[in-house]
């Protein structure tokens, strides 16, 4: 049984390892935003360049996460989050040294399967680790602190830019690497799940993969007119097939049976995604809410701040800290969003959240080569961050709850899967459609226009997310069908990087209580 308690010398190195080794991996796809126009300067790489220098963290973490925590379970939380920080490490040194865009995507692709293995294990390890008394209060402290990180990150990504140089935004990775190992290698205890038992599914975690590389490629490749038609199709073909073939796996692994028949004694392997946690409509409505609503997020905060320093003439550091007061709502308002919706239901808040947000994203839209900070963008960003409050906390708790209980850690990982893939194919396919291919980002009036079509279409698909939620979610959603329902950990702050990764896996009672989600990441402007 877990037995650390939090105020004690062991459970602040816990804390101190989970938090900074969750924060080196989230950190780094703040900063490599606010980096992006001086690589492309120094690495000569054209719109689809910046594209997958995003995109390719983004493709092997979403693919390969769910696979990590269940590696984690098996063979020790705290081995494989130790193997994924060292990953990590190696792999930002390889970002750091790239003498070439291709480089430097396979080295944030490495990058990603590094944070599919540290990612998971962070909250696992709190969860396994503290007295279940003092769990929640652990998982509040891991959330805030998160938080403040995600903060200081665009900021300090910006004076790294401009004082060292955009290779520094990797290579700093490296120190802050070597102290989670040094502290977690001495301080925190090893743990694994004792029930996890069968052979891991990793032809399913390759399908998925495989179906996100060829979805994504086809539609950031297709509008350049650079790429063979025929390669271009070959790879939508590749990405449907997979994800055909992902299906029909999971779905046989679920029955316990071979895809492609067989015998012998060797065990089926259990299923990465359980199909039957989709037999809930109202959490399968949830699911394609927030696919719309993170592939809106995730094009806004690809183009946000490259337009700020490309069109508005922003320095690094100032187009970093653009977003800092979406932050800053979120600390403040999910708490009492989560609550709100506790007792109203997560209907209304939802709805009005993704207005909210979507008139926000339409003001950001409006920001050009004559906008100031505080007449333009910094009520645009309030207003965005205001509905962005609203409706994740709202969201996240629902997520759980229209889950049978038993599927909650598959369930919150299902969810933070679909916000990884939505922002994924979300930045591969608008911004090519709204015009911002080759060398977009040396024109500034081109890359203006570019934004503005792609700011509208990410709003219309926000408020195309709000008139689902309206229809589909019920405003007693939040209320388990068994009379109990789940209780996130975090008290704080929800992800706008992603919902939460783990949670609590224990349950109150009915009765009305304070509900705002978990985190997996700080706030990712």
């Known amino acids: 049984m877990p037995d650390v308690r939090l105020g004690t010398a062991p459970g602040r190195w816990i804390l101190l390892a989970t938090v900074l080794g969750s924060s080196v991996a989230m950190l780094d796809s703040t900063v490599v ?20 220098t995003v995109n390719a963290y983004t493709l092997t973490l979403a693919g390969f996460i769910l696979l990590g925590g269940s590696l984690g379970d098996r063979y020790g939380r705290r081995r494989i989050f130790l193997i ?7 792999a930002s040194v390889l970002c750091g040294m790239a003498l070439n865009v291709e480089m430097l995507v396979l080295s944030r692709a490495l990058q990603g399967m590094g944070g599919a293995l540290l990612t998971p294990g962070s909250l696992a390890i709190i969860q396994a680790s503290f007295a279940a008394d003092d769990r929640p209060r652990a998982v509040g402290a891991w959330s805030g602190l998160g938080g403040v990180a995600g903060a200081v990150g665009p900021f300090a990504g910006g004076w790294l830019v401009e004082a060292a140089g955009w290779r520094w935004v990797f290579l700093l990775n490296v ?6 190992v040094l502290v977690a290698a001495r301080h925190v205890p090893e743990s694994v799940d004792p029930d996890a038992r069968g052979r891991f599914d990793v032809p399913g975690a390759a399908l998925a993969a495989l179906a996100l590389a060829g979805t994504t490629y086809a539609l950031t490749e297709a509008p350049g007119g650079r790429t063979p038609a025929v390669v271009i199709g070959a790879a939508a073909v590749v990405g449907v097939a ?5 299906v029909l796996l999971e779905r046989a692994r679920g029955r316990g049976r071979r895809l492609f028949g067989g015998r012998g004694g060797r065990e089926v392997p259990q299923p990465m995604l359980p199909l039957d946690v989709f037999a809930s409509r109202q959490f399968s409505a949830v699911n394609v809410v927030t696919f719309i609503m993170y592939g809106g997020m995730g094009v806004l905060f690809f183009l946000f701040v490259l337009n700020l320093q490309v069109v508005g003439g922003f320095s690094p550091i100032a187009a970093g800290t653009a977003l800092l007061p979406v932050t800053a709502l979120m600390l403040l308002l999910s708490a009492r969003a989560g609550a709100f919706a506790q007792k109203v239901g997560p209907r209304l808040p939802m709805t009005a959240g993704l207005l909210v947000a979507a008139l926000g994203m339409l003001l950001v839209g409006r920001i050009d080569k004559d ?10 960003v ?14 996240t708790a629902t997520v759980l709850a229209t889950a049978d209980v038993r599927h909650a850690g598959v369930a919150s990982g299902v969810n933070n899967a679909v916000a990884r893939a939505a922002g994924l194919l979300a930045v591969a396919a608008i911004p090519p459609l709204a015009g911002l291919t080759g060398d977009a980002y040396n024109d500034p009036s081109l890359f203006s226009h570019g934004f503005h079509i792609a700011m509208r279409a990410c709003a219309a698909l926000l408020a195309a997310g709000a008139v689902l939620t309206f229809f589909t979610v019920s405003s007693d959603a939040l209320r388990a069908p068994t009379g109990e329902q789940v209780e996130p950990e975090c008290r704080r702050h929800c992800s706008v990087g992603a919902p939460q990764l783990q949670p609590e896996p224990e349950t109150v009672p009915a009765a009305p209580a304070g509900h705002d989600g978990t985190k997996a990441a700080p706030p990712q402007p």
Not at 33 to 52: E, K, S, T
Not at 242 to 246: D, R, T
Not at 371 to 380: E, F, K, N, T
């Open 33 to 52: 935003n606010v980096a992006l126009p001086r690589l492309a300067r120094d690495l000569h790489a054209d719109m689809a360049g910046l594209q997958w």
């Open 84 to 90: 994924g920080v060292v990953w990590f490490a190696v």
């Open 175 to 180: 120190p802050l690497a070597a102290v989670v």
């Open 242 to 246: 997979a994800a055909a073939g992902f």
């Open 371 to 380: 906008s100031s900070y505080v007449r333009d963008v910094l009520p645009a």
């Open 382 to 395: 309030v207003v965005f961050g205001l509905g962005l409050s609203a409706v994740v906390a709202p969201l």
